[in-house]
């Protein structure tokens, strides 16, 4: 009895949903419980624009129109809509060769390249962690300014500063001389144009800098980064260790991830995978 009314309750939501003109985004599967929308399911179900899912002890593979896949791990919850998932708890592996994104904390995830596949979990601290181990996937915050390229094998963590300066830039990188301008490259595979300074003396060398960053916007939407420095110094240089290993960029402070993200989802991928509905 009690399956009859868990069924018909989803049904309810289904055609609730289709009587507003909603239309299907795809479909949600799990070896076990799941809830969507709050309704509890085992199997299979329905996705629509705005459908929240969340997993107890198994996890969810969400499968798109669009061609992406979403997995939630185990505890796991998210809102999915057409061309983005917003993770709210726990962690999520995402498999895309599109625009599609993966927002957590007001970061957005999206992949570089054609099926990228990596992961993207919350950890403690306000901390989103972004690790990948096929293609590349750039990390943003909610104005657009780039924080990370996360290339095959790397990962890195994105902790929240409380009241945090969205054009402070405080970080490492190695100074280049191209085409009549001067280029900052951070280990986390983003360029910057530098400006303000005479940087002549620094070129092929790493230095910490301190500046302003900000995005300029290009034509047929691309989008290039400045970086007005205030100091400068060569990496190594008196009390300036602590910023070797992360940057602070834009109230975020960015740094080498640990890299379970990956190791979760080995350890308990599926060894074939679900079935569509």
């Given amino acids: 009895m009690l399956r009859k009314l868990q069924v018909a309750a989803v049904l309810s939501c289904m055609l609730s949903y289709a009587a507003a003109g909603t239309v299907s985004i795809g479909t949600a599967s799990a070896r076990g419980d799941m809830r969507v929308?709050?309704?509890?399911?085992?199997?299979?179900?329905?996705?629509?624009?705005?459908?929240?899912?969340?997993?107890?002890?198994?996890?969810?593979e969400l499968r798109l129109n669009k061609g992406a896949e979403v997995t939630l791990s185990t505890g796991s919850r998210g809102t999915l809509y057409s061309d983005h998932l917003v993770l709210q708890q726990g962690e999520s592996e995402l498999a895309a060769s599109n625009s599609f994104q993966l927002q957590a904390i007001g970061l957005r995830?999206?992949?570089?390249?054609?099926?990228?596949?990596?992961?993207?979990?919350?950890?403690a601290g306000n901390t989103v962690e972004v690790a990948s181990f096929k293609g590349s996937f750039g990390v943003t915050n909610d104005q657009g300014l780039i924080l990370a390229n996360v290339l095959p094998g790397r990962s890195f963590s994105f902790a929240m500063q409380a009241g945090g300066d969205n054009g402070i830039f405080s970080g490492v990188g190695l100074v280049s001389y191209e085409?009549?301008?001067?280029?900052?490259?951070?280990?986390?595979?983003?360029?910057?144009?530098?400006?303000?300074?005479?940087?002549?003396?620094?070129?092929?060398?790493?230095v910490v800098v301190s500046g302003t960053v900000q995005t300029v916007n290009g034509p047929n939407g691309t989008k290039s980064y400045t970086l007005c420095i205030k100091a400068?110094?060569?990496?190594?240089?008196?009390?300036?260790?602590?910023?070797?290993?992360?940057?602070?960029?834009?109230?975020?402070?960015?740094?080498?991830?640990?890299?379970?993200?990956?190791?979760?989802?080995?350890?308990?991928?599926?060894?074939?995978?679900?079935?569509p509905p």
């Fill in 37 to 60: 929308d709050s309704y509890l399911v085992k199997g299979n179900a329905t996705l629509f624009d705005g459908s929240v899912v969340e997993t107890g002890q198994a996890t969810a």
């Fill in 109 to 123: 995830v999206t992949p570089k390249e054609p099926n990228s596949r990596g992961v993207v979990s919350l950890k």
């Fill in 179 to 206: 085409d009549g301008q001067y280029y900052l490259t951070t280990d986390a595979d983003v360029k910057y144009l530098l400006t303000c300074r005479d940087l002549h003396k620094y070129v092929n060398d790493k």
């Fill in 232 to 275: 400068i110094d060569i990496n190594g240089g008196e009390g300036m260790s602590d910023t070797t290993k992360r940057w602070l960029i834009a109230g975020i402070l960015i740094g080498a991830g640990v890299g379970t993200g990956i190791a979760i989802y080995l350890a308990t991928k599926p060894s074939t995978p679900i079935s």
